[in-house]
């Protein structure tokens, strides 16, 4: 099909338009005011709706075509903003959302949308859902569109043209109609704007050429330029950019022009003389406005392309293969001692991590493509739970790598939840407590160091120690003897453990019970972990560490007997040798007195069942590790030394093996195994 | 016999273990390898010797002749790593040796006689006898797949 080329661009496309108008819509709630938003949010309906239509969308186009009726509405002040229209319009940009994604899985766009459309109508036509009186329907204001007809010219316009003219140069206006199948008019137009200044200086154009560039007319718009050719050659010369259907050149009359134009309906050219001169500048800065915001858009377009995620995961492959290789080859140099192989490998080693940093930063996106869906969401569970929410979002441009990006959404859903179901009071309970009737949630990213932290901070009621211990007790988690060891600390992560729900009622948002532990395990298997912090009656902290690359990490390698096995950096403590006879037994556990600590210590050897060929040594190397506060010493034969590894899965058909995170390929072509220590401490 | 040309074959790989010789479709298999350095993983079945790094993709190694239920032998020479693919994983199969690539005609393959009295017969499709050779058609799905790999594990322990 002719139209599958476009499909990509057209789902892509579409999907930022209703994300800026969801966007736009939670701005216009706060601000109802700011009538500029609702062009923001109309404009992106009418592209939308263009794009649509063009693509034989029917339904799609449909649904934006009534909302932007409404949307017209509002910015004709014809409506007033009701808490339901906003709730319809929600609605309206879930189906347009609910269409594309199925246009995107290869589906029709097909959709019930009656009701909506329903709804946006009964609005349209002032009769409010909630029965109001914004019947007044001012029809005057309504016709508002830019005239096509491009006849009034500023003060300033006309002394360029004059002066133009004393030049010897001819001034035309154009009228361009472009084919109605055109497709993307505004690179038509682009296209011919190119042609014009070529050929001579393009005064003004009607619609503006911001708003030609962003397709926003019909099918045809005029253009005011100065040039030393012909009617003939302008003509003919637009003619040859393709999908340009007429162009009409009439020459201006200056003459007449000076004359004031008869004032039609607004704006009437300014001659007096007192004003003039103020007219002047102000036209002045407006040209010098138009200069600058076009040149942006311009260098904008050019300096980002889209890009497949599939190449960028090839090209991710192929450099992890390079790094191998880079590995390999740095051995060979160092085996064969050659002078010139040193240096060259240690040059391509540079370029290689430079490389490294710029293929990572490729597959950087910022964290934004998962919290920007979480305003509306946020808003709509604060109408369900009757509760009043401000939600913030703090460094959204913090980047991710993609891999860590595509899960880290549900784990935030569930957490927002969470905070607002029971985190948040009532309106009535703050108030009684004395805090603002609206609820605060702040979510924040931040980088540091090597990780990157995601904060959800609440202002809510906070983590009831008691109830949660009581509840842990109850659900078996815990046992009573165990509570008064038990910081603070320990206890607020109990809530992420299995089979824990402390609320009394259970609501369909959150308290199944089977959330938070998803939420753990899920951060867990990303290599990242969960901490909470939380003050009664103040509200409560949950910080995410997140790894900042899942493909690329530092571990450190150790040899037991023959087998060679790496172990993340990340959870490393220090490394230790110690002597036979310091080990100690306390029941089944060997242990050791490492810095006045007891340690338990875990024999790699026999816990992976290596086979032996070596006698033992008098001392033992030790990696002492760590998983949130507890540690242990992983007995090893020898360390080999850190390095940056490529981490690669074992696959599915491994993925039972026992405290193996994963595998990499060391400079030899040999396999290493990676090891997790999150399985070996329990 | 007819013409070859109107009789449809089927291209195998013919690989040995102990005094067999077994076969595959030639479409199952992206290549056969000389012993590579197996990494083994600890605490999987004893038929998975280990992944190896085949040209950058960590790869699992399955010791056929454990899988069949044979001895286990010290590798040699013309021990051989066939890969195959199955449920878009390749995995690599570990056999005595791999001798012949054959275009066999495929009504030629009967299924397996009644009475093989022993453990492999679950992992055959048929047998086709070529002039005096009795070939083996494996049956990769029941061998190799996950399920049946987890079948394996249950029975194990």
């Known amino acids: 099909m002719d139209m599958n080329q476009y499909l990509e661009v057209f789902i892509e496309e579409s999907k930022e338009h209703l994300q800026m108008c969801s966007e736009q819509l939670l701005e216009l709630e706060k601000n109802p005011d700011d009538l500029s938003i609702v062009n923001d949010i109309f404009r992106a309906a009418h592209t939308l709706k263009g794009m649509s239509a063009t693509m034989g969308y029917e339904d799609l186009a449909n649904l934006t075509h009534k909302m932007e009726n409404v949307l017209d509405a509002i910015r004709n002040e014809q409506i007033t903003l009701q808490p339901e229209t906003f709730d319809t319009l929600f609605l309206a940009v879930d189906d347009l959302e609910a269409m594309v994604y199925s246009i995107a899985e290869g589906g029709e766009g097909k959709r019930d949308v009656k009701d909506v459309v329903e709804k946006l109508l009964l609005i349209e036509k002032g009769e409010s859902l909630i029965p109001t009186a914004a019947n007044e329907v001012s029809a005057a204001s309504a016709i508002l569109e830019p005239k096509i007809v491009n006849s009034e010219y500023d003060e300033f316009e006309i002394t360029v043209l004059q002066q133009s003219q004393d030049q010897g140069f001819n001034s035309y206006e154009l009228k361009i109609s472009l084919r109605e199948d055109c497709l993307l008019k505004a690179a038509r137009v682009f296209m011919v704007f190119e042609v014009l200044e070529k050929i001579g200086e393009v005064i003004k154009s009607n619609p503006p050429v911001e708003q030609l560039e962003e397709e926003q007319f019909d099918h045809s718009f005029s253009v005011t330029m100065v040039t030393k050719e012909s009617v003939e050659d302008v003509q003919k010369k637009v003619m040859k950019v393709s999908e340009v259907d007429k162009v009409q050149v009439h020459t201006i009359d200056l003459e007449h022009l000076r004359i004031p134009v008869p004032v039609e309906e607004q704006e009437p050219v300014v001659t007096a003389s007192q004003e003039a001169p103020v007219v002047t500048t102000v036209a002045t800065e407006q040209t010098k406005k138009e200069e600058k915001k076009q040149a942006p858009v311009k260098s904008n377009s050019s300096k980002t392309i889209r890009v497949n995620i599939e190449r960028l995961d090839i090209l991710m492959n192929l450099f992890e293969e390079l790094v191998i290789d880079r590995g390999r080859l740095d051995q060979i140099s160092r085996d064969l001692d050659n002078q010139e192989l040193h240096e060259t490998v240690e040059r391509m080693s540079r370029v290689t991590s430079d490389l490294q940093t710029i293929v990572l930063n490729m597959r950087m996106v910022p964290v934004e493509t998962v919290f920007n869906r979480f305003p509306k969401m946020v808003r709509q569970l604060a109408r369900d739970l009757n509760k009043k929410v401000d939600l913030q979002i703090v460094g959204a441009e913090t980047e991710l790598d993609r891999t860590v990006i595509d899960e880290i959404g549900d784990p935030l859903v569930h957490l927002l939840r969470n905070a607002m179901d029971h985190g948040i009071e009532r309106p009535e309970v703050r108030l009684a407590n004395g805090k603002p009737e609206e609820g605060k949630i702040l979510l924040k990213a931040y980088h540091s160091g090597n990780h990157v932290f995601i904060e959800i901070e609440d202002d809510g009621a906070g983590i009831n120690r008691e109830r949660v211990l009581n509840k842990a007790i109850a659900n078996g988690i815990l046992s009573e003897e165990a509570v008064a060891t038990l910081t603070d600390k320990q206890v607020y992560e109990l809530i992420l453990a299995s089979g824990f729900s402390t609320a009394e009622k259970i609501s369909d948002v959150s308290g199944r019970g089977v959330g938070l532990d998803v939420v753990k395990n899920t951060i867990e298997s990303l290599g990242g972990s969960v901490t909470i912090d939380s003050k009664e009656g103040a509200g409560s902290v949950f910080l995410i560490q997140l790894p900042l690359t899942l493909s690329i990490i530092s571990v450190m390698l150790v040899e037991i007997q023959k087998e060679k096995y790496a172990i993340p950096l990340s959870s490393i403590i220090e490394t230790a040798i110690i002597k036979k006879e310091d080990i100690m037994n306390a029941h089944n556990q060997q242990v050791i007195d490492f810095r006045g600590k007891i340690l338990p210590l875990l024999f790699l050897k026999d816990i992976f069942e290596v086979p032996e060929f070596g006698k033992e040594d008098e001392f033992l190397s030790v990696v002492i590790v760590r998983k949130g506060d507890k540690m242990a010493g992983l007995v090893v034969d020898s360390f080999i030394g850190q390095l940056e590894v490529v981490l690669k899965s074992l696959g599915d058909y491994l993925s039972t093996a026992f405290a193996i995170s994963g595998a990499t390929i060391l400079g030899d072509g040999q396999v290493a195994l990676i090891i997790d220590c999150n399985a070996l401490i329990n | ?157």
């Not at chain 2, 044979?70 to 005595?96: A, P």
């Not at chain 2, 058609?137 to 029941?142: D, G, R, S, T, Y």
Request: net charge negative; aromatic share 4%.
């Open chain 2, 1 to 157: 016999m007819t013409a070859v040309s109107t009789e449809q074959e089927m291209k195998i790989i013919v690989f040995q273990i102990k005094d067999k010789e077994y076969a595959l479709p030639v479409e199952r298999v992206r290549g056969i390898e000389k012993l590579l350095h197996i990494t083994r993983v600890p605490k999987t079945l004893p038929f998975i010797k280990g992944v190896i790094n085949l040209r950058g993709v960590i790869t699992p190694i399955i010791d056929l002749r454990i899988r069949f239920g044979f001895d286990e032998v010290v590798y040699n020479e013309s021990t051989r790593i066939i890969i195959v693919v199955i449920e878009g994983m390749e995995v690599g199969l570990i056999v005595d040796s791999a001798n012949d690539v054959m275009d066999i005609p495929v009504a030629s393959i009967e299924p397996q006689p009644e009475v093989v009295g022993h453990r492999i017969d679950e992992y055959i499709s048929g047998v086709a006898k070529i002039d005096k050779r009795l070939l083996i058609l494996v049956n990769l799905e029941k061998t190799l797949s996950l399920d049946a790999l987890q079948e394996s594990m249950r029975k194990e322990g």
